[in-house]
């Protein structure tokens, strides 16, 4: 639905997912330190010198994601959270002397979603969706860390909130056979740009493409698909910190194995659908420099929910 | 049917058992045809203790690019953190507390002043005395003045355990170094306390010109303190 629009117009029947969901997102050293902490049942405090010394030689990932919605073929309707952290101490920052480096956001809203299919082959979409915005990105000094007031302050004056009214369409070709389906899709996010008003920058206006196939039986199947975001670079990135690809296979409509590259590092994940439940397991690693391959954050997430 | 769907699973399984190691090791498969980030690379270098391929790779940045006031800025923490000089130590330590100035905090940061570490700790000063004032924002200053005091101390340590006359040339230097220290000090609001005891000492101390004044300096503190400086590292490496 907001990824794109113009999908839950393909196939059979008018339902198509009602769900709740809920995702974690956790950074390998958190996790395991957060999985330590909660095992050691003699510990009053969890929070020891050793998890201490761990969060300043490792950075902190952390992440939250929650949706619920109803989706059928001709309309949708959802609302969402997403929450990020990443706090990492550098010995060595921009300029060779300690810097702790912020990057946080949340983004969370509602949205309402149009789709309708044109014979067998086309469809179109369209969402439109209130969205409110926290952001954080601060690099802060070794002055400001041995300061705490000056340091508060700094924290404080780095976060901007926003809110707008964002928009999104999406086209997808499709080809189908009896064991072989292919498509083609091209989505543009946040048209006219997203607004946000303050001092937050506006989401810009995006055009994504993506192709896929999928190989299928009447139970089993393996899907590969190929997106690359922001086709025409107006946020300047290079095409390598765009780009993801994968394949999922799905035996008996149970589990799914899926394993490809997210701007370019590897990533894995499994998927356990039981009755009105979904478990999801897996890690990806996340870019955090400027260029694909400068320095990746490996991230574990779970995911809980209801689907049907 | 049955059999190209259970080859596709087995596939996607083999694939999923190679990649999940893969993971999590930061291999990144599309590196070599991303951009190229010199600075950002050479930061992740100092993180990973690695100094030497990070000075190799900002000295190739500067050189076409001398201006970048950051980039220098990181070249000097090289010469530094390979002389065992880590600002991040003064952090922690100022986090532990107990330092009575901010001076006694520099003090317990400093290597072993060898002449290897000594010419490293001046590179270092060097290189961000090469930053226009205009350039600079708080960090580097920061680092200016702690390369600075640092290397004063370091340099008269070396002095007293030389046992030597200092030449006319490390007279001056010894001199121009107390200088630059007061001045970055006072311009950072730490109060020079200690380098104003040094210069006070070495011109209350006899002799007919610098040179002579700071051989009877150091010859005081060789006398009172074994040959060295109080609260400087000592190498208690067994001969």
């Known amino acids: 639905m907001f990824v794109n629009p113009s999908l839950p117009a393909f196939g059979y029947g008018l339902h198509r997912w009602a769900f709740l969901r809920t995702q974690l997102h956790l950074d390998t050293v958190t996790a395991e330190t957060a999985a330590k902490s909660l095992l050691d049942q003699n510990s009053e405090n969890p929070v020891t010198p050793e998890i201490v010394q761990k969060a300043l030689t490792n950075p902190v990932h952390v992440g939250h994601d929650t949706a619920l919605g109803y989706v059928n073929r001709y309309f949708g309707i959802a609302g969402f959270s997403n929450v990020r952290a990443d706090v990492a101490v550098r010995q060595f920052g921009d300029s060779g002397a300690p810097q702790v480096r912020l990057r946080a956001y949340g983004i969370g809203g509602g949205g309402v979603s149009a789709s309708y299919a044109l014979g067998q082959f086309f469809a179109l979409g369209a969402t439109s969706k209130y969205v409110e915005v926290a952001q954080a990105t601060e690099n802060i000094s070794v002055g400001d860390i041995q300061n705490p007031d000056a340091l508060s302050q700094r924290v404080q004056s780095a976060l901007k909130r926003g809110n707008g009214v964002s928009s999104d369409a999406g086209a997808t070709l499709q080809l189908r056979s009896r064991f072989f389906d292919m498509r083609i899709a091209g989505t543009v996010h946040d048209i006219g740009d997203t607004q946000l008003g303050n001092d937050l920058d506006p989401f810009l206006q995006t055009v994504g493409a993506g192709v896929g196939f999928t190989v299928h039986g009447r139970e089993n199947s393996l899907h590969c698909a190929a997106d690359l975001r922001d086709v025409l670079e107006v946020y300047g990135e290079h095409w390598t910190f765009r780009s993801y690809a994968g394949c999922k296979a799905t035996y008996h409509k149970v589990v799914s194995l899926g394993a490809g590259l997210s701007q370019g590092y590897p990533t894995a994940g499994m998927v356990l659908n039981i009755p009105f439940s979904r478990l999801e397991a897996g890690m990806y690693t996340r870019e955090v420099g400027s260029q694909a391959g400068i320095e990746g954050r490996t991230v574990y997430f779970f995911a809980l929910g209801t689907e049907f | 049917m049955r059999f190209l769907t259970r080859s596709a699973l087995a596939l996607t399984l083999m694939t999923s058992a190679s990649v999940l190691p893969l993971a999590g090791c930061g291999v990144n498969y599309l590196e070599d045809q991303a951009p190229q980030s010199p600075v950002e690379e050479a930061q992740l270098l100092m993180e990973k203790e690695e100094h030497l391929e990070a000075r190799r790779v900002l ?181």
Not at chain 2, 96 to 111: F, R, T, V, Y
Not at chain 2, 162 to 171: M, T
């Open chain 2, 59 to 239: 000295e190739e940045w500067l050189s076409s690019n001398p201006d970048d006031a950051k980039a220098r800025a990181l070249f000097a923490a090289t010469f530094a953190a390979e002389a065992g000089i880590a600002i991040i130590d003064l952090t922690k330590k100022t986090l532990e507390g107990g330092a009575q100035s901010d001076e006694d905090l520099i003090k317990s940061i400093l290597p072993q002043s060898t002449d290897s570490n000594l010419a490293l700790v001046r590179r270092a000063k060097n290189e961000i005395e090469l930053i226009p004032g205009e350039l600079r924002n708080a960090d580097i200053d920061l680092e200016a003045t702690v390369y600075t005091a640092a290397f004063l101390l370091m340099f008269l340590d070396n002095l007293a355990s030389s046992n030597e006359l200092p030449s006319l040339e490390e007279a001056v230097e010894l001199l121009e170094s107390l200088d630059e220290a007061e001045t970055l000090a006072r311009e950072n609001n730490i109060p020079p306390q200690e380098i104003e005891k040094i210069r006070a000492e070495i011109n209350g101390s006899d002799g007919a010109n610098d040179q002579e004044k700071i051989n009877s300096y150091l010859e005081k503190v060789r006398a009172e303190n074994g040959g060295t400086l109080p609260d400087v590292p000592q190498d208690t490496t067994p001969p």
